[in-house]
Nanobody, 121 residues
Framework: VQLVESGGGLVQPGGSLGLSCAAS????????MSWARQAPGKGREWVSG???????RYADSVKGRFTISRDNAKNTVYLQMNSLKPEDTADYYC????????????????WGQGTQVTVSS
């Protein structure tokens, strides 16, 4: 199993950024995928998830600003982040588990290496 995130960078407050996670080594279309983040000096927190039917869930802190999607033909999950705030600054990770999304990070067996997002003027 391999998960490779990309798309991080520096963006000004109010700006947008799109993250991608390319997956391989498992049946992507049958899996639930989530994004989590870890801010400097803080624990990792679940951000958003999409299950194998395309149903999505979001943490309250990002609801209405972030959009998760998946392309099963490309084995890729995306996170579009709009109206970014300085408190969104973190390393963002994608993770895989079985068919249903959960918000508990311990349920996810596989993780990518992360991509850094910095929101600053």
């Amino acid at each position: 199993v391999q998960l490779v995130e990309s798309g991080g960078g520096l963006v000004q407050p109010g700006g947008s950024l799109g993250l991608s996670c390319a997956a391989s080594g498992f049946t992507f279309s049958e899996s639930a995928m989530s994004w989590a983040r870890q801010a400097p000096g803080k624990g990792r927190e679940w951000v958003s998830g999409i299950d194998n039917t395309g149903a999505t869930r979001y943490a309250d802190s990002v609801k209405g600003r972030f959009t998760i999607s998946r392309d099963n033909a490309k084995n890729t999950v995306y996170l579009q982040m709009n109206s970014l705030k300085p408190e969104d600054t973190a390393d963002y990770y994608c993770a895989m588990k079985g068919d249903l999304v959960t918000t508990k990070l311990v349920d996810y067996a596989y993780w990518g290496q992360g991509t850094q997002v910095t929101v600053s003027s």
